[in-house]
């Protein structure tokens, strides 16, 4: 393949991922990266000597833990505690709670995936007390509760090392001071945490936050703001909520209002969106849905979803393609349809009925590749702006107005209470 032709691969990948805002973190990396960045600028520009500083651990660090962590460590329990039970860690425990959409998995299934479900009621090898389906949804809740909490412990560590970094250099200021006025110093540290552990259970919507990215990272944004607001020094407790419900905002609520509203604008111009720009810049397309079509009337008015969706994966139907790239279902090696993960019916439908959209505004697919392209990034960047430059600017104004500084009243005073007992 051609240099050219890897880097717009390249490219319709990140866009890809950057479109997804229900599931995927590429989007939340990206304004998380390029927020911290400018956060950092700003608070270091316009606030106090500190700020900049304290802004570079916190934001980065955190961030870092708050992306990263919780994939990090499932990553470690797949690759050794499954393997040591003899279980696949690619078994989503979700398709367990429907008993008839099981049954008929049981009986399309192939292969190894075959196996898998046929020993779901058997003893596990390892722990014969449990069954490898009770194994599988303990395992799952484990996995998310260590996880979780492995993170949270990691992000409480990072904010309270960045308070005594500060405190750190107002003893050190003090010290050498002290060296020239012989006086004795005084201790500013007063840090403390607790971590309470609640029972839980495998049904509900407590699945949507094991498997989904995006609401995992909500629990850790609660243990941040939690532990932000515990440990916010005097003067600065409402500047750290102000900027908590900011992020929050921007974070989880503006993404997918800006998308309802891009979509919205598409479907208006007949220049239709929803795609993933992986499916949307397929040179193709219009070929591939036309003789899709069939497929889709199929799937739509199935009486046995499962089994169409399964013979069309079988019979190599473009539909297949469609629908991977639209990350509603996943392959096999063997290109077989995998039942391992989750197949939500109503995520494949709405698949569906945005590629009938496409294929019936086929003439403006110039215009809807523009449109998602400049609709996706503009997110984005909304999102960094608002966070890493509004938010940090309206902070600092705030300081002046009230505090009649640019700096963050609780150093102020730190430094102070310093002076007075040196």
């Avoid at 515990?230 to 003067?235: N, T, V």
């Amino acid at each position: 393949m051609k240099v050219s032709g890897i880097l717009a691969n390249n490219g319709i990948k990140l866009l890809s991922g950057l479109a997804n805002n229900d599931d995927a973190l590429t989007a939340m990396i990206a304004k998380d990266w390029i927020g911290d960045a400018a956060t950092v600028y700003t608070y270091k520009k316009n606030g106090g000597k500190d700020d900049g500083r304290e802004k570079t651990i916190e934001e980065f660090g955190t961030g870092a833990v708050w992306l990263f962590g919780i994939p990090a460590v499932k990553k470690i329990i797949d690759k050794t505690v499954y393997p040591l039970l003899k279980l696949n860690s690619k078994f989503d425990p979700r398709v367990l709670d429907n008993k008839e959409t099981l049954k008929k998995i049981k009986e399309l299934a192939n292969g190894q995936e075959k196996e898998i479900f046929d020993n779901l009621d058997k003893a596990n090898p390892v722990i014969k007390k449990l069954t490898n389906a009770q194994m599988y949804k303990t395992l799952a809740i484990g996995k998310f509760v260590v996880a979780t909490l492995a993170a949270a412990w990691g992000l409480t560590k990072i904010i309270k090392y960045k308070q005594k970094t500060t405190t750190d250099r107002i003893e050190k200021d003090k010290q050498n001071k002290e060296l020239q006025t012989n006086k004795k110093d005084i201790n500013l540290k007063s840090y403390m945490e607790s971590t309470k552990r609640k029972d839980i259970s495998f049904t509900g919507g407590l699945a949507e936050f094991m498997y989904n990215p995006i609401k995992n990272t909500m629990i850790l944004d609660g243990v941040i703001t939690g532990t932000r607001l515990k440990e916010a020094r005097k003067g600065e407790r409402g500047e750290v909520l102000f900027k908590e419900a900011c992020q929050i905002g921007m974070i989880y609520l503006f993404p997918k209002a800006f998308d309802k509203v891009t979509n919205l604008i598409g479907k208006m111009t007949k220049c239709p969106i929803g795609l993933d720009p992986k499916n949307l810049f397929k040179k193709d397309l219009g070929e591939q849905i036309q003789n899709a079509s069939d497929a889709i009337n199929a799937l739509k008015n199935s009486d046995n979803f499962l089994k169409t969706l399964k013979d069309l994966a079988t019979n190599k139907n473009p539909i297949i393609e469609l629908l991977e790239n639209e990350g509603v279902i996943s392959l096999t090696n063997n290109k077989e349809l995998s039942f391992l993960n989750q197949i939500d019916k109503n995520s494949v439908m709405s698949a569906l009925d945005n590629l009938k959209n496409m294929g019936n505004n086929i003439g403006n697919l110039g215009k809807s590749k523009a449109l998602k392209t400049i609709a996706v990034i503009s997110n984005v960047l909304l999102g960094v702006v608002m966070m890493g430059i509004v938010q940090p600017k309206i902070t600092i104004w705030l300081r002046k107005k009230i505090f009649g500084s640019n700096e963050n009243p609780a150093i102020v005073e730190q430094e102070k209470n310093a002076k007075i007992n040196t």
